[in-house]
């Protein structure tokens, strides 16, 4: 899954507008214009289609955050140069405020079983002897789940 993709995702299921996305933005204290939004939310295959990069969508997340849980007292988390999955998950997981046990519940409204071992292996630091990797299938599932509880009668289905 790329950048774009998970930016598509979260803007459809917590419905948020251009407008709203650009905010989302500035409580992480980063200026994008609608016309940038419109553009990462362009499929690839769109000649005005923008790759999003791993700064801004760093950003995006942690504005995410911010305007889930309120903004945090003291300095702003710094963007992370790089993203992997378990970094998303991570960040979306702190956004939502849930616990294990509501990603499992996640997870189970859309038939993908995890256990409460497994799941914390995505959330350990990667030197740890039982750090997993979250692949894309994990985090598509996660991303369809949310959908599903915030969003019970939507048809959409994203095509990657």
């Given at each position: 899954m790329t950048n774009n993709d998970i930016l598509r995702r979260i803007r459809y299921t917590f419905d948020f507008n251009d407008k709203e996305m650009v905010d989302i933005f500035a409580l992480a204290n980063t200026s994008v214009t609608e016309e940038q939004i419109i553009s990462w939310l362009k499929k690839?295959?769109?000649e005005n289609y923008i790759k999003l990069n791993n700064t801004d969508f760093s950003m995006y997340l942690n504005g995410?955050?911010?305007?889930?849980?309120g903004t945090?007292?003291?300095?702003?988390p710094k963007p992370e140069y790089f993203l992997n999955n378990n970094m998303i998950f991570q960040k979306l997981r702190i956004a939502l405020?849930?616990?294990a046990e509501d990603?499992?519940?996640?997870?189970e409204l859309v038939d993908f079983k995890?256990?409460?071992?497994?799941?914390?292996?995505?959330f350990r630091k990667p030197d740890n002897k039982h750090f997993r990797e979250c692949k894309?299938?994990?985090?598509r599932n996660f991303l369809m789940g949310i959908q599903r509880q915030?969003?019970?009668n939507s048809t959409h289905v994203f095509q990657e």
């Open positions: 690839e295959e769109d995410l955050i911010n305007l889930k849980r945090r007292e003291g300095e702003q405020n849930l616990k990603i499992i519940d996640i997870l995890i256990s409460k071992h497994e799941l914390s292996a995505f894309d299938q994990i985090l915030l969003r019970p």
